[in-house]
């Protein structure tokens, strides 16, 4: 209810009719069958427009929407290569097209690679898994900070392309593979569950090492016959294990 008379009168043709009688603003929204709606509340007089109430609010809302929308596509998603540099690279490639789905769908992505004991003294091997990943998501990512250390770990900040992007779905377009829209919330699941794995496991080690006062290195035993990883095959030769 517009209580203020005078008002300032926009009317439905957008052009303004000046100061009018807030009763006969009324009469004559109501005679082109639209709403009398307070755009300006703050002003003096206030401002108000002769418009379709319904559609004013759909718009609104519209618009809220691109802008909470927009907001989403600024969060940083952080996707963390394993607990330590002897993450398998089978695993590496899974974490590699998790960022790539994150930023094709214009998240900027933050990888972090873990030290555990010794490792710290071969840092060059977690940075230059850093760099190839950087490499491998060139055709659609920029990075926005090289390598930082925080602790026992390196962190890289890749940002979206929008160039590259637009010109690779354009791209895969006009081959007939239309680009998927990603489930978003699929995708940051699978992702929390990694992470979540990663903790559970660093908190059973601590716990290990609470109890017995020692690191998790296993005493002697019986050969493994299970098959090995290369990675850690030449993690171990390097640290002497």
């Known amino acids: 209810m517009i209580r203020i008379s005078p ?17 006969e603003a009324i009469r004559r929204a109501q005679e082109a069958g639209l709403d009398l709606v307070e755009v300006v509340a703050d002003a003096r007089p206030p401002v108000c427009k002769i418009m379709d109430y319904g559609k004013y609010k759909y718009d609104l809302s519209k618009k809220e929407q691109k802008t909470r929308a927009s907001r ?3 969060e ?6 394993g607990r330590s540099i002897k993450i398998d690279p ?7 097209d998790q960022a790539r789905r994150f930023l094709m769908a214009g998240h900027k992505v933050q990888l972090t690679q873990r030290f555990r004991g010794r490792e710290m003294a071969h840092k060059q091997l977690g940075l230059e898994r850093l760099a190839q990943i950087c490499e491998d998501l060139s055709d659609i990512a920029k990075v926005e900070m090289a390598p930082r250390w925080m602790g026992r770990q390196a962190s890289i900040l890749l940002g979206p392309d929008k160039p590259r992007i637009e010109s690779l779905k354009a791209r895969l377009a006009q081959e007939g593979k239309a680009h998927a829209e990603e489930d978003l919330a699929k995708l940051e699941a699978e992702v929390a569950k990694q992470n979540l794995a990663e903790e559970a496991e660093d908190q059973a080690d601590e716990g290990d090492e609470a109890k017995t006062g020692v690191g998790t290195k296993r005493g002697k035993g019986p050969a493994d016959q299970r098959a090995t990883n290369p990675v850690d095959d030449e993690i171990n030769e390097l640290l002497g294990g």
């Open 90 to 96: 089978h695993d590496v490639g899974i974490r590699v």
């Open 72 to 74: 989403k596509q600024a």
């Open 7 to 23: 008002i300032r009168l926009i009317d439905e043709n957008d052009e303004q009719a000046g100061l009018v009688e807030t009763h």
């Open 76 to 81: 940083l998603k952080e996707i963390r290569l």
